[in-house]
RNA sequence: GCGCCUGUAGCUCAGCUGGAUAGAGCGCUAGCCUCCGGAGCUAGAGGUCACAAGUUCAAAUCUUGUCAGGCGCACCA
């Protein structure tokens, strides 16, 4: 039996034996708080209630508890022992057979075993990364990418259909920005004295693109060709090539190799996403329009210095929020609420939504404004991931795309490789201020704590080669009461744990809780592996060994395809 | 100035719905392969859990204040 149905149990016994004690108190099962006890050796589970019961009744904790275990009754198939320490606690002893019907369950099970059915037949929607497409992703993407698909993978595991949506704008002030910058670059290849403009991206990605377009322009083959052609070229020359720079578009152009950039590069961290939604949308099907009018009639909006403003003083904020500039150009809160509201409307039973700390405050304003509209709003969760900070000669910089300071996700595939890639943004929580030492990043990558993981699992592959044909392997044939070495026993114990920290990371969306896990469950393999042989003269043994192994192997299989990160057999 | 997030070992970070002796990796010190992979295991050094008060039987965890850092507070997205 797993871990939470034991728990279960548990906590309804301790409440039917509080109750038969007569103790003053109104508790229900939810108020039980079970502990996993660090030192094994006092008891597994644990709980501190008596001290709660001893403030409203005349009597010490010690004698509470002894009260509440004597009349408690319990299943001796899952507890075999009860028992009372020092100030008061409660002490249970999960009885061995349960750790040994698990092992048969995760066999039985396996690539299904941890899995549970909360969402089935549940709709979610992911929505993450959604950069504008005036750049190549950064590290600060990455962490996002990865948050949200390895977010998405959790969801499914738990029976969730998801689909993975990213949202862009290609018609706002960073584009024209974009193409400026582009078009200036351009320039610059004829006109070395044309001025680059101040606000623009600086990136070297922006002479590749105007030396692409020029290569185009020229039916040239090549870079190289490319620059023959220059070297050959005299300053009549050039001036003709300039005559004709208004034809070009220099915003299209860069957007498409941009975002063919951007989908490359989540494809190498295996990253796919379902939807690809252009804010355009809601312009050209009207619904901003009419959310608009909506707001207008509820006297939600009103008209001020020639803008447009939504009255966010009404959800609570200081000040209220233009809409509409007065250029007549919706702010892009308006396509915003469009959006959402539009998913709403798409009818998932969950909405999620990852975004950097920087969108924070505007997430009332969204939700509010779609709330104003009618909609129900609480299946939509967003989720804010802090950011990363660059670090360079043991100096903070904060990335830019526009300035280019920045190290690109790309980049940090090269040197590291895609499963330790992945692996660094998940292994903390979302709202660490991460720390990115590029440095640090390429010495530890030899050390780094995935190979832990996939060390142990190579270790399982390698041994199941070693495997005598004469070993009865046969499930049923099993004898596991033979699995009772201090290490055996431990890695039972860690791997009955795996379908509470599966829930545990559905309901806080915390990735790295599954991280920690499997590093325990590659420790405790690890130890096992140090001390026992699993391949020995005793075939019995051998067999009863193979299926904690083949247990071990399963578990780190599934939670290593939660996190999207590979198992090879061999490293 | 206001709001949100963070401050834990030399470094990077776990632990935070309060529970018993605060953990891991890297780095440092010393051990362990006749034997299924030493990318591992064992032992050790290293901590006023930023600081201060409070709540509690019990605080790294909750509350308040202080200090330090990150991010917001646009007719940018």
Not at 144 to 151: E, S
Request: positive net charge; contains cysteine; proline residues 2%.
């Amino acid at each position: 039996m797993s871990i939470i149905l034991i728990k279960k149990v548990i906590r309804k016994s301790i409440v039917q034996s509080i109750k038969s004690c007569d103790y003053d108190l109104n508790i229900n099962e939810k108020d039980i708080k079970l502990d996993e006890t660090k030192n094994k050796d006092i008891g597994d589970i644990s709980t501190g209630i008596s001290f709660v019961l001893s403030k409203k009744n005349q009597q010490t904790p010690i004698q509470i508890a002894q009260n509440i275990i004597e009349n408690i009754s319990i299943n001796k198939n899952l507890i075999i022992k009860i028992s009372v320490s020092k100030p008061g606690f409660i002490n249970f002893h999960l009885n061995i057979k349960t750790l040994y019907e698990n092992l048969f369950q995760i066999i039985i099970k396996n690539k299904k075993y941890g899995q549970s059915s909360i969402g089935t037949n549940k709709k979610a929607l992911v929505e993450f990364v959604s950069a504008n497409p005036t750049g190549p992703l950064t590290v600060g993407h990455g962490r996002q990418a990865v948050l949200g698909d390895v977010v998405s993978r959790i969801l499914e595991f738990n029976g969730y259909s998801v689909e993975r949506e990213y949202y862009y704008n290609d018609a706002g002030r960073q584009m024209r920005v974009l193409e400026e910058s582009i078009k200036s670059r351009f320039i610059q290849i004829f006109d070395e004295k044309n001025e680059f403009p101040e606000d623009g991206y600086f990136g070297e990605y922006i002479e590749d693109i105007a030396k692409d377009i020029l290569i185009k322009e020229l039916e040239l083959k090549n870079l190289k060709e490319l620059n023959i052609f220059l070297t050959n070229l005299n300053a009549s020359d050039k001036k003709l090539h300039l005559k004709n720079i208004d034809r070009i578009n220099f915003r299209k152009f860069g957007e498409k190799v941009i975002f063919n950039n951007i989908k490359n590069t989540l494809k190498r961290i295996n990253i796919n996403f379902d939807n690809f939604i252009n804010e355009q949308k809601f312009y050209d099907d009207g619904s901003i329009d009419s959310i608009l009018k909506i707001f207008e009639k509820t006297k939600l909006s009103y008209k001020k210095d020639g803008a447009v403003w939504l009255k966010t003083s009404n959800f609570g904020k200081e000040v209220d929020t233009v809409i509409i500039k007065n250029t007549g150009e919706p702010t892009y809160r308006l396509p915003d609420i469009a959006y959402h509201t539009n998913k709403i409307k798409r009818g998932y039973d969950l909405i999620i939504n990852i975004l950097g700390a920087d969108h924070k405050d505007t997430v009332p304003d969204v939700l509010n404004g779609v709330k104003a509209l009618g909609f129900e709003i609480n299946h939509i969760k967003v989720l804010i991931h802090q950011f990363v900070s660059l670090i360079v000669k043991n100096e903070k910089i904060k990335m830019s795309t526009r300035k280019a300071n920045f190290v690109t996700l790309d980049d940090l595939i090269d040197m590291v490789g895609v499963d330790i890639t992945r692996y660094f943004f998940i292994m903390r929580g979302k709202q660490s201020h991460l720390n990115f030492d590029i440095d640090l990043a390429k010495k530890e990558s030899d050390e780094n704590p995935v190979y832990y993981l996939q060390y142990a699992y190579a270790r399982i592959c390698n041994i199941l080669k070693f495997l005598d044909e004469e070993v009865n392997l046969e499930l049923k044939k099993t004898n596991f009461n033979l699995l009772i070495e201090k290490e055996e026993i431990s890695l039972m114990k860690c791997l009955n744990c795996f379908d509470e920290i599966i829930i545990d990371s559905l309901n806080t969306l915390e990735p790295q809780t599954l991280a920690n896990y499997l590093q325990q469950l590659a420790t405790s393999f690890h130890k096992f592996y140090a001390n026992h042989r699993v391949i020995n003269k005793n075939k019995e043994l051998t067999n009863s060994r193979i299926k904690l192994i083949l247990s071990a192997k399963i578990v780190l299989e599934n939670g290593l395809d939660i996190l999207g990160i590979n198992h090879p057999e061999k490293m």
